[in-house]
């Protein structure tokens, strides 16, 4: 700070005699110092004051146009921090005293010396030289107490007058800083704050602590409080920070370790090279490493199984930055055994945004990857024969026909049909059906070789993939090999039967190109097997075109059947099981021939989805069902679900969710109460399937799974498939209560629709004793001849008018 005795001096003057302004000027020359101006009244004097900033200002009290200069001297003091020598002829006690309440720096009355001058403008400059002193460090102080964000409290021994200084800590605490006395105070702290303030005040115990402080309805805030008892100046001095911060920090630290310790995910803290810093308890249960086994090691050097040649498995993310990582991995326990892990590598970054720490943490999945595993088998096996389902059928010819078509590896596929089942079943029971069907998959087993597939489609039809059948020889010789086997006696109880089979033969690619060709070409040849006489096996031949003859005359009938409206809908009540009170209503197809009669659904249904006429034919159904049901809706006799099928070739092939959502708009019904009926051959595409089906779902519209339990289904992909409800296959309803081979797979099949959330319908109960067996199996929605065969839209509507 320069010293103002070093420089010539700069002096204002205000004076409103001119004389004695000019004879002052002159005398201050004299005396070296710089005379900046002179004023006559307060305007001009605050505004030379405030443009020129002198060092000291002579003030005369009584100024032209009735001024006050004691106001303007306050002003200037107040303003400017400018200190004010009063010359004046007035010394009376009324005006001294007002005088006073400007703090001028020295009081001179005319006339007086040139000396006597001097030396009152020189001690108000050395006093002021002091006091910038003072303010400088005061100044210092505050800005001190900012930079720590701190706020001093004052407090008289007695604990009556409290002040604060420093910075305010924060919005919150603007009534920490407002409390005047030592109540206002502990009222807002807690009680060891409290304490605290009376072990002070009582036994003069410092504080030292981090309490909560509380103002009415504000938000809570941590206060660090630092106070020491004076006793000699009988005065209390304390420092107050708000740490409300760093207690968030510190507490959320807490938490994060208690979640370290006792998650049962295994954790690793890495540092910026990926060693091992510490571990959590759970890493050491589930791999056996002690953290002092592993400090300082990278989990690339001891975790993970790697086979020769394989990257690091973090290496990858250490190059690429902090991007996260999660991933499924194969890791390795201190006693070298393995499981499969999920882990997820995050990595910390630093103030500057880089790469400190890194987190590793995973979990062992050894048991939801054996649960896929055994729950793949039973998907894709058929529980009463252990044989190969339909979805292993339909899995394993895709990969033949695209293995045979890459290279040249036909296969065959041998159709087999036993004779007479129907009847043991009849006669026997089902449970001796069960046995038989048992025996004759064991003797398949028996006679395939390793390459071979069998599977059961479900009842009495089986088929084998036979791998490299070389030309109809080697097929017909296993086939025949095959009904020699099975047409052996097998003991049923104190019984002993026999069956017959009749096996149709067809090769790829020498009789059809297609998987679903192939198939056909089989179960034609099974055909012409059994009207041969049965216990017998056929190949395919191209003369067995009168099959698909009859196939080609509806096929053809079924592409002019909307045109000439010779389809109609009949509709199936769905009902509360023990009232039988009206829930929906499914949507069927008939289909009325001009030459054939009526058509059964499963002779033209196939060859619908075959063609893919099933497409316009599904639109045309999904259009009718939903102008139908929004009529009885405007009309009051709405049904509260209307279920209509939807086919997996139309998954396929249109934009399903458009047709629905268009649909739905263009006749006004409300999207929850329309439900779509699928089938389980939806699930080879189940990823798509997902997409479609939850956006069928967001719109409102429900989605049931048809015909569930026929052995096609995977149990993995309906999980993951978004569904509202099962519905129970016929084939096991219709053996209820006596079986008790479709009693316990209903049994399953309700615990497992109960465990996915799902709803659960009964198709075709017909019987009484059949409704009573479902009742005390936990279902509560059925439909079937028992309760109302498919009718007619009229019939329909007069049964909505007699349940209004």
């Known amino acids: 700070m320069l010293d103002l005795l070093d420089r010539p001096l700069r002096v204002q003057i205000v004076e409103d005699e001119r004389i004695v302004a000019l004879d002052l000027r002159s005398g201050l020359e004299q005396l070296g110092f710089d005379v900046v101006g002179i004023a006559a009244n307060e305007p001009d004097a605050l505004r030379m004051a405030e443009s020129t900033l002198p060092d000291l200002v002579l003030m005369d009290i009584h100024l032209d146009d009735g001024s006050d200069g004691i106001s303007a001297a306050r002003q200037i003091r107040e ?27 020295g009081y001179l009355l005319k006339p007086f010396e040139l000396r006597e001058l001097n030396a009152t403008v020189r001690m108000a400059l050395v006093r002021r030289q002091e006091e910038r002193k003072t303010e400088s460090a005061q100044r210092r102080l505050q800005l001190a107490l900012e930079s720590a964000r701190l706020m001093v409290l004052e407090l008289d021994d007695g604990g009556k007058r409290l002040n604060w200084s420093g910075q305010a800590l924060s919005d919150d605490l603007a009534g920490l800083a ?36 509380q103002d009415g309805a504000a938000p809570t805030r941590w206060l660090e409080l630092h106070a020491r008892r004076f006793a000699t100046e009988r005065l209390v001095m304390g420092m107050v920070r708000d740490v409300s911060a760093r207690v968030e920090r510190e507490t959320r630290l807490r938490q994060a370790l208690v979640v370290f310790d006792a998650t049962e995910e295994a954790i690793l803290f890495l540092d910026a090279t990926q060693q091992v810093l510490s571990c959590n308890p759970a890493f050491s249960r589930m ?86 595993y055994e729950l793949r088998h039973q998907a894709l096996h058929d529980p009463l024969t252990g044989l190969g389902n339909r979805l292993q059928l339909q899995e394993a010819l895709h990969a033949r026909t695209v293995r045979a078509a890459q290279a040249s590896a036909p ?25 038989l069907l048992m025996a004759v998959a064991d003797r398949l087993q028996t006679l395939l070789r390793r390459e071979d597939l069998a599977i059961r489609l479900g009842g009495d039809e089986f088929v084998v993939l036979m791998h490299d059948p070389g030309q109809n020889g080697a097929a017909l010789l296993l086939a025949q090999k095959l009904l020699n086997a099975i047409a052996k006696p097998v003991s049923l109880g104190a019984q002993s039967v026999s069956v017959t089979a009749s096996i149709g033969v067809a090769l790829f690619p020498q009789h059809a190109s297609t998987a679903h060709g192939l198939l056909k070409a089989a179960d034609a040849a099974m ?41 109609s809908l009949h509709w199936q009540p769905m009902v509360e099981l023990d009232t039988g009170r009206l829930l929906g209503a499914e949507v069927l197809l008939r289909w009325q021939h001009p030459e054939l009669g009526a058509v059964p659904p499963h002779r033209f249904i196939p060859i619908a989805e075959a063609t893919g006429l099933i497409c316009p034919i ?23 679900r209307v279920a209509v099928n939807i086919s997996v070739r139309q998954f396929e092939q249109e934009d399903v969710l458009h047709l629905v959502r268009t649909t739905l708009q263009r006749h006004g019904l409300a999207p929850e109460r329309l439900e779509v009926e699928v089938t389980e051959s939806l699930f080879g595409n189940g990823a798509a399937m997902r997409r479609v089906l939850s956006s069928l779902r967001d719109l409102g519209v429900r989605v049931s799974l048809d015909d569930f339990g026929t052995g096609f289904s995977s ?27 479709s009693r316990a797979i209903v049994q399953t099949i309700i615990t497992l629709a109960l465990s996915l959330g799902l709803d659960i319908t009964a198709e075709g109960v017909e019987t009484e004793e059949q409704r009573r067996a479902l009742l005390a199996l936990g279902v509560t929605e059925a439909q079937g001849w028992l309760f109302h065969r498919a009718m007619a839209v009229e019939q329909m509507q007069a049964l909505l008018l007699s349940q209004a």
């Open 79 to 105: 303003r400017l921090s400018v200190p004010v020598v009063f010359l004046t002829a007035y010394g009376e006690p009324e005006t001294l005293t007002r005088a006073a309440q400007a703090a001028p720096y």
């Open 287 to 372: 791999t056996g490493w002690t953290e002092a086994e592993v400090r300082g090691r990278r989990p690339d050097d001891f975790l993970y199984a790697r086979r020769h040649g394989d990257q690091p498995a973090l290496a990858e993310s250490s190059r690429s930055g902090p991007a996260p990582r999660q991933g499924e991995v194969m890791c390795c326990r201190a006693d070298a055994s393995l499981f499969p892990a999920l882990e997820h590598l995050c990595a910390v970054l630093d103030e500057r945004g880089q790469v400190s720490h890194y987190v590793l943490s995973f979990s062992d999945i050894s048991e939801i990857r054996a649960t896929q």
């Open 715 to 741: 149990l993995g992909q309906l999980k993951s498939l978004p569904m509202d409800r099962l519905k129970i296959d016929r084939s096991f309803v219709s053996d209820l209560p006596h079986d008790a081979s």
């Open 527 to 567: 055909y012409e097997a059994k009207a041969r006489g049965r216990s017998r096996a056929a190949v395919y031949e191209h003369a067995l075109a009168d099959v698909a003859a009859a196939h080609m005359q509806l096929e053809q009938g079924l592409r002019r059947a909307l045109e000439l409206r010779q389809l």
């Open 411 to 435: 296969f065959g596929l041998l159709f087999i049909d036993l004779d007479g089942f129907k009847n043991i079943n009849d006669t026997l029971g089902h449970d001796c059906g069960d046995d």
């Open 178 to 213: 407002a409390t005047q006395g030592l109540g206002g105070l502990l009222a807002g702290l807690d009680e060891a704050g409290q304490q605290a303030f009376d072990a002070l005040l009582q036994r003069g115990e410092p504080i030292d602590l981090t309490c909560r402080w």
């Open 618 to 640: 599904g639109a045309w159904v999904l259009d009718q069902a939903c102008a139908q049901a929004a009529a009885w809706q405007y009309a009051g006799q709405g049904l509260m």
